[in-house]
Nanobody, 124 residues
Framework: QVQLVESGGGLVQAGGSLRLSCAAS????????MGWFRQAPGKDREFVAA????????YYADSLKGRFTISRDNAKNTVYLQMISLKPEDTAVYYC?????????????????WGQGTQVTVSS
């Protein structure tokens, strides 16, 4: 089992940047595929990005490619989401999640473990 804690959210102006972190408990972090999702008020949870166990393969929502970058540091049990050129429509609660198998990396229902979320608000 793994516990996930997100941090790094906040209020930022449009065009600004944020880096989210997700710290995982346990000694088996490197055995999990990690994903970031987000959920805006009144909307479904949507896929943002995922990274495989070693960090050498990454996956992104098409609409976010080029602005968001996912990475992980297995020595620190942490996954990151670097966000640049933020837009008001990026406002949402951002969640990190973990799963052990790679298939379905874009589907929230395939993830077994979730953090509590961190709020990102982008003002215009």
């Amino acid at each position: 089992q793994v516990q996930l804690v997100e941090s790094g959210g906040g209020l930022v102006q449009a065009g600004g940047s944020l880096r989210l972190s997700c710290a995982a408990s346990g000694r088996t972090f490197s055995s999990y595929v990690m994903g970031w999702f987000r959920q805006a008020p009144g909307k479904d949870r949507e896929f943002v990005a995922a990274v495989n166990w070693s960090g050498d393969s990454t996956y992104y929502a098409d609409s976010l490619k080029g602005r968001f970058t996912i990475s992980r540091d297995n020595a620190k049990n942490t996954v990151y989401l670097q966000m640049i050129s933020l837009k008001p429509e990026d406002t949402a609660v951002y969640y990190c999640a973990a799963k052990q198998l790679l298939p379905g990396w874009g589907l929230p229902s395939r993830y077994n473990y979730w953090g509590q979320g961190t709020q990102v608000t982008v003002s215009s």
